[in-house]
């Protein structure tokens, strides 16, 4: 099925991903394991929040941990160009007959909430809080040094129509991957920064978030990451990788959380920015698009994700298999 053309002049102009909030259940134990180890740097913290942001943000937070019942995700949050994007979103989403209200959050300006099409609770907002700069204050990186966040990634149960969504929203195709035989999407990665991506949706049971990604400087800061996992206690914590994605050419490791958030450690992908630039097109058959040296991912990467909280999900309707591990 072909890539519809891209949308250049939307309704309301996305900047970029922001920041996610996950649902965990145990507050201190996600703390560490994200700041600690990983090594994002906490902005702020109480008895039901820890909120964090990577070295090279300077907004208050990238990543909020609130405490729950069970490990979910709360929202998925977007920055704006400017303050009048706000209210055309509000109109935009409104127009589509989706739930939309306007919600207080910390450390941010105005915060529409709202849900895309298949019920991913979304967040705009265009201020938030901004922080000195710390990116070349070298006594704080430890952990994988995570500089920003990258992307999100999503099990979709109809990848066609998340693509054909965020199109409208101004989102545009860099890779994907097809099943020849139905002409279905099984996958795509979709950007608004310049990037690769800044949301990708795999077909799945969904709408589920298959993971979170952080830019990390180096392939040598996850070889040395892995060192550190494998020795002070989070060995099971370490899914797939490291390797080197055909898809996006981008270096990874993929890491589950004590709640079993996934989180994908990620560097050396390429510019976006050109609007001519071409979709570059996968075939389902082939082993490369998941690890350009061939080897396949394990069966969790394409099973197990994190609920969005109150959200149903529903089977995929692309019915073919991905090459995976037995």
């Not at 990116?135 to 129509?161: E, M």
């Not at 996958?187 to 589920?208: E, I, L, Q, Y």
């Not at 992908?269 to 001519?276: E, G, M, R």
Request: charged letters at 25%; aromatic letters at 12%; glycine letters at 8%.
């Amino acid at each position: 099925m072909p890539i519809s053309p891209f949308n250049l002049y939307p309704d309301f102009n996305i900047l970029r991903l922001s920041h996610v909030e996950l649902v965990v259940t145990d507050l201190a134990r996600s703390r560490a394991y994200y700041a600690d180890l990983l090594g994002l740097q906490v902005t702020d913290e109480d008895a039901d929040h820890v909120y964090m942001r990577a070295l090279e943000e300077r907004g208050h937070h990238c990543m909020v941990l609130r405490r729950g019942e069970k490990g979910e995700v709360g929202y998925l949050g977007l920055k704006v160009f400017s303050e009048e994007d706000l209210d055309k979103a509000e109109r935009y989403f409104r127009n589509l007959d989706h739930k939309v209200e306007w919600v207080e959050r910390p450390y941010q300006g105005r915060t529409l909430r709202t849900h895309d099409n298949f019920g991913i609770p979304l967040e705009f907002y265009f201020k938030m809080d901004r922080l000195e700069p710390i990116h070349q204050k070298y006594a704080l990186y430890h952990g994988v040094k995570p500089l920003r966040i990258d992307h999100f990634n999503c099990f979709s149960p109809d990848v066609d129509a998340s693509v054909e969504f965020y199109n409208n929203l101004g989102f545009r195709v860099t890779e994907y991957t097809e099943d020849e035989s139905t002409g279905r999407l099984w996958a795509a990665w979709m950007h608004r920064k310049g990037g690769v991506h800044d949301m990708a949706f795999t077909s799945g049971v969904g709408p589920r978030l298959h993971h979170t990604a952080f830019w990390v400087p180096t392939p040598l800061n996850i070889i040395d990451l892995l060192d550190l996992m494998s020795t002070t206690g989070y060995l099971a914590n370490i899914e797939r990788g490291p390797g080197r994605h055909g898809i996006s050419n981008a270096f990874f490791l993929y890491l589950l959380d004590p709640d079993g958030h996934r989180t994908e450690i990620y560097c050396s992908d390429y510019q976006t920015v050109d609007p001519d630039l071409e979709p570059i097109k996968w075939q389902l058959t082939d082993p490369q698009r998941q690890t350009l040296w061939g080897a396949p991912a394990p069966r969790s990467w394409f099973e197990h994700g994190s609920a969005f909280r109150g959200l149903e999900t529903r089977q995929p309707v692309a019915t073919a298999s991905p090459i995976i591990a037995p």
